[in-house]
């Protein structure tokens, strides 16, 4: 069983729809928690952290449940420009990431 | 350019030669972090410095992998009788010691396919 895990998709939406990804970690020491995007043969990008007590950057909302060990990614509107694979990402201490498979999102017009 | 470089951007090699990546981390980041991604995965671990001291090794670094960062700036990456299993994107990151859990930078990799 992988460390992180997500749901592959792909999720196929229409533009202005909201869409929420799942994620959910194995590892309960887990303190470090983060989305990030990647682009069609890119390198990963970071989205967004995620706290504890939930935060939102603009369309995007993450949430963490530490209970459930569960992170969540919401995007609100969702934009053309939003198709790509979204990585959900831990850190156990800080020192390295650990990476879900990620899920595609493709937003169509 | 400030951010993090990889060179090269696309080596073709056939199987059973030696191969070297370079990486170029942001200037003031002191930790630096190889992870290899292959198609529909995410990136997965390789190895990590701070500075120039090698701090961990995945499993999944063979006895043919060999990862330096000689003065603690860049870094190379080697891998010795390339497999065809070899073949991914090998993607660097670096981040400062003391903001590390604000995530990394990523280069553009290096995209290794043995033939």
């Known amino acids: 069983r992988k460390e992180v895990e997500q749901d592959p998709g792909p999720f196929n939406v229409p533009e202005g729809a909201t869409v929420a990804f799942n994620c959910t970690y194995s590892?309960?020491?887990?303190?470090?928690f983060f989305w990030y995007r990647q682009d069609c043969r890119k390198e990963p990008k970071l989205l967004m952290s995620v706290y504890s007590s939930g935060n939102e950057d603009g369309r995007f909302t993450a949430q963490l449940n530490r209970a459930s060990q569960y992170i969540s990614l919401l995007i609100r509107d969702s934009k053309l420009s939003d198709s790509a694979t979204y990585l959900c990402?831990?850190?156990?201490?800080?020192?390295?990431?650990?990476f879900g498979t990620g899920t595609r999102l493709q937003v169509f017009p | 350019d400030t951010g993090v470089s990889q060179d090269p951007r696309h080596k073709i090699t056939k199987r059973g030669q030696n191969v070297t990546f370079r990486c170029d981390p942001i200037s003031e980041h002191n930790r630096l972090y190889w992870y290899r991604q292959t198609l529909g995965q995410g990136p997965e671990f390789l190895t990590y410095?701070?500075?120039?001291?090698?701090?961990?090794k995945s499993r999944l670094l063979s006895d043919r992998f060999s990862a330096e960062r000689p003065k603690g700036s860049f870094s190379t990456l080697e891998i010795q009788r390339t497999e065809q299993g070899d073949s991914a994107m090998y993607l660097c990151?670096?981040?400062?010691?003391?903001?590390?859990?604000?995530?990394?930078?990523f280069g553009s990799g290096t995209r290794l396919t043995v033939v």
């Open positions: 410095f701070q500075n120039e001291a090698q701090l961990e």
């Open positions: 990402v831990v850190s156990h201490n800080t020192d390295k990431l650990i």
């Open positions: 590892n309960s020491a887990s303190q470090s």
């Open positions: 990151a670096s981040s400062p010691w003391d903001r590390r859990d604000y995530g990394y930078t």
